[in-house]
């Protein structure tokens, strides 16, 4: 009785594992370096701020982690009512709220993002991860002018959180 327990436990052990979980890898395109990997939810949300062009626009796009891959559900503008959008995409909404302009619904997740850096003149960007909601990372300060690239890639519960690296 108690080597089969045993034999049970282990063989769940083994099975949990090599269960496959979507993983949030962030990497520098031109170094190959993985700069960030972690599991995470299906659902769950990444967010990204930028200060775009001269107008210094806040820009904050937000997205899901869903069917492998990232969901751009959202993006808000500050309006400051100079080139910016004001309708709403084929495959969703947009509507405004207060100062904040709103578009809503993507077609489809991407496999991939690629994400360029600015510097603290240009873009101030900062990504939060669904790790830790409330600590912004400021991308231009350790990674300025890099092209980074954002995606969910399924692994081995194991090997997800045996690689898991952070900023």
Not at 6 to 35: C, H, K, N, Q, Y
Not at 67 to 91: C, D, F, K, V, Y
Request: proline share 8%.
């Amino acid at each position: 009785m108690l080597q089969s327990l045993a034999f049970m436990v282990l063989l769940g052990a083994a099975a949990l594992s090599g269960w496959p979980v979507d993983t949030l890898e962030i990497a520098d395109t031109r170094e190959g370096a993985i700069l960030h990997s972690s599991p995470v939810p299906l659902g769950c949300e990444l967010e990204t701020r930028i200060i775009h062009s001269v107008q210094l626009t806040p820009v904050v796009d937000f997205y899901r982690f869903q069917q492998g891959g990232l969901w751009g559900w959202r993006e808000a503008i500050r309006s400051h009512n100079a080139g910016l959008p004001s309708q709403a995409p084929e495959t969703g909404q947009f509507y405004q709220h207060g100062d904040w302009m709103i578009l809503e619904g993507s077609a489809k997740p991407l496999p991939v993002i690629y994400y360029r850096v600015g510097t603290e003149k240009l873009g101030r960007n900062e990504i939060t991860l669904p790790q830790k909601p409330d600590l912004p990372v400021e991308l231009w300060r350790n990674h300025p002018g890099k092209r980074l690239s954002l995606k969910a890639v399924k692994k081995p519960l194991a090997s997800a959180i045996a690689e898991a690296q952070g900023f």
